[in-house]
């Protein structure tokens, strides 16, 4: 019987200064496996396809697995192999909120390339399965922006270029990643809504200047410009006002020392970046925030996960 399960961690985009550019993969500190698993096994010729959803966040998906966005990613995926996939057994372990602003749908479809494709001996290399994940991922957010969908895959802080393959900045030794989970729902498709279809000329440059200059701060680890520029000038002013609890998190956090905080993605997840040392009283400060707003929230501390999704288990008996 052949077997394959595949993960794929938390994301959050836009991180906070590159709306639809910027991208990390997290993981929690202690050392938890957080985010979506896809397990795929082979039946006879005899047998009808089945998907099967189990985790926390299984019965808030779509009840028809039709509409499910694992099943409609095998469809894209055999598409860009050409060859049809034979009768599978599926299964999705949905371990991340849907709707949370954590990459739930982007980890969902790259669990499920990263499983396809290890299943299949591996005939799509990243930048195809970037592809056939990116597509699926559009179908649930309403638009193609890969800075979920590409940290998820490739781990690490990733930068989405204009045209050519996505990028991995560093991200500064002694920096945390606090995300506060709160128990609230926005699509992304009504989170991006809201925003403007034009900007002016002057927050163009503004943001233009306050993503190069992160990016610097970046590479050469100033605290004082991330800081600076850990902010997002672009989505979140739109945003703020659909997800209960966000500035009072928010203010929070800055209050407990971290260098900035953001909505993660579309939200309504925040997270915040913060020393080490702080990211406990960060933590604290961003539950309460919620909590002080009538909304209760899951708070972890990450560090970037630099992996992505992975295989975890291959080729093996299909454990009973
Ligand atoms: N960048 C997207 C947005 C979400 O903010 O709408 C993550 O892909």
Known sequence: VRYVRAFAPAGIGNFAAGFDV???AVAPVNGGLWGDMVEIAEITAADESSFTCTGPFAHRLPADPRDNLVVRTLAFFAEATGIPLPP???TLHK???????LGSSAASAVAAVVALNAWSGGPLDSARLLEVAGRAESLASGALHLDNVAPILLGGLILVPPESLPRRLPFPTGLAVVVASPALELATVEARRVLPKDVS????VVHAQNLAAFVHALHTGDRPLLRETLHDLLAEPFRAGLVRGFREA???ALKAGALGASLSG?????????EEGDAPAVAAALEAGFRGAGVAATVRICRIDERGARVLAEEGEVPS
């Open 250 to 252: 928010q203010q929070g």
């Open 266 to 274: 579309a939200g309504p997840a925040v997270f915040a970046v913060a």
């Open 201 to 204: 000329l002057g927050l163009t």
């Open 88 to 90: 599978l057994a599926i």
């Open 95 to 101: 371990g991340l909120p849907v709707k949370s602003g």
């Open 22 to 24: 910027l991208g990390a």
